[in-house]
């Protein structure tokens, strides 16, 4: 055993105490010699400034290939003799909006993030690249083909679409024919190649300034707003300025851009309108002209529901209440819908709306989405829904395959919330407009699980019947005491 250490005596220790402490001596810190094999470092002061000018030095590559890139884009845009004006409007933009746009509606650093990398467009490109336009490849919206049958049943439930939607030129021209037939004098007219009648009020300056602002928007892909077109939501005439910058000639980036803008500065009243106005009618002509939708369009549309009573107000219902939705439209909205979270209470108030509403084959659609969001919906809702279906009873066209596939859905998701009646006037009603694989499914579901009012099926083994009516038997709990514990042998008492 180690022979421990003696501690010194106990007044030794006291009388250490009471003395100061020497000062001990500095560490050594060990080096490290360096051999000559080794490299040899940097100081770090070295390092930095040397990194300091590779930086700088980058910078200035990367200026000086950005430069050639845009002195190549000028090349291309003078081929179509075009760059001499456009930089002309570029300078008086940037001079006029200056002095018309405040300092609160944004800086060049402050919500101006560059999100046209979303597109995967350059400044330079065309606005309608075949790449930008979404399909079912890309995960946003499934392609359905139809067979003739299924395109007939559908078609006899739409309404010839007569001309085209309602935008915001034709709401201004309106307003202004109005004035000038109450003798107001209702707008001027704009000296140029083509005249265009101006709202009333409007300075000359402000119209011309807007009117630039339109001819950037008509070739935007990526990069910052103008900030004159900042200023439109805060204007008690938003709509006069808005037209004055052509919103049909818009591209589909600039599109999404004030979209974004004005769901999160206009109440839902005004977005409501501008929905209706502007962006409604753009997705329904890009939809007609290319057969599918644009990818910018299409997050503008996600980007709609951030106001879900606007967006519904001013797109979904009108698009249902025309009866003119194309099948194409419905799946692409209805792409939209899935995709994006909703508030119950207001699904519940479309769904209530799209049964009162006169039908069309493509409601179906989104009704189908809303109810496959499992929503709590009031029983109220249930019961329009229920009477919805029911009114079919008597229709004697073809019902297309998509409204047995909603019927289908509302059944398996709200069967628990429907009254025991409301049950069999379904029954009875599948029973006349059928499908040969779409209808037992629903037959299944209306035979099993509770109904509304009524006990679940899994307790029927506690209920006895009373004089004909069912009577719960309510069981006692049992309840152990330790006072009442059975006597437990011990070793000792065993008998063997």
Known sequence: MPRE??????????????????RSKAKSVKRRDRTGDEEDY????LSTKILREAKELRDEVEAEEEEEEDDEDDERRSKASKSAHRVKLGRTLDVKSKALADDSYGTDDEDDEDEGAEYGGDAGAGAFDDEEYINEEDGQYEEIEISAEEAAALEAFMAPKSGKDKTLADMIMEKIAEKEARGGGGGSHME??????????LDDR?????????????????????????VIPALSNWEEVLYLTNPDRWSPHAMYQATRLFASNLNVSMAQRFYNLVLLPRVRQDIADHKRLHFALFMALKKATFK???????????????????????????????????????????????????????????????????????FSVVDALVDHFLRFSTEERDLPV?????????????????????????????????????????????????SRGEADPMDADNNVSVGGFSKAIKTKVLEESVHDMPAIPMLSDDQY
């Open 42 to 45: 940097l100081p770090d002061a």
């Open 308 to 378: 879900p009573a606007a967006f519904f107000k001013g797109m979904l219902l009108p698009l249902c209440q025309s009866k003119t939705c194309s099948l194409r439209e419905a799946v692409i909205f209805s792409a939209v819908l899935s995709r994006c979270s909703v508030p119950a209470l207001h699904s519940a108030a479309v769904l209530m709306k799209l049964s009162s509403y006169e039908y069309a084959g493509t409601t179906s659609f989104f009704m189908r989405v809303l109810l496959d969001k499992k929503y709590a919906l009031p």
């Open 192 to 201: 140029g190649d083509d005249e265009e009648l101006v709202p009333e009020g």
């Open 5 to 22: 250490k003696r501690r010194p005596a106990l007044e030794r220790e006291i009388e250490a105490d009471g003395l100061a402490k020497p």
């Open 206 to 230: 402000v119209v011309q300034i807007y009117r630039q602002v339109g001819e950037l928007l008509t070739r935007y892909t990526t990069g910052k707003v103008p900030k004159a077109f900042k």
């Open 402 to 450: 998509v409204w047995h596939q909603t019927l289908l859905t509302f059944v398996q998701r709200y069967k628990a919330v429907m009254d025991k009646e409301s049950k069999k006037l379904l029954f009875k009603l599948v029973t006349i407009k059928s499908h040969y694989l779409i209808t037992p499914e629903i037959r299944r579901e209306l035979a099993h699980g509770k």
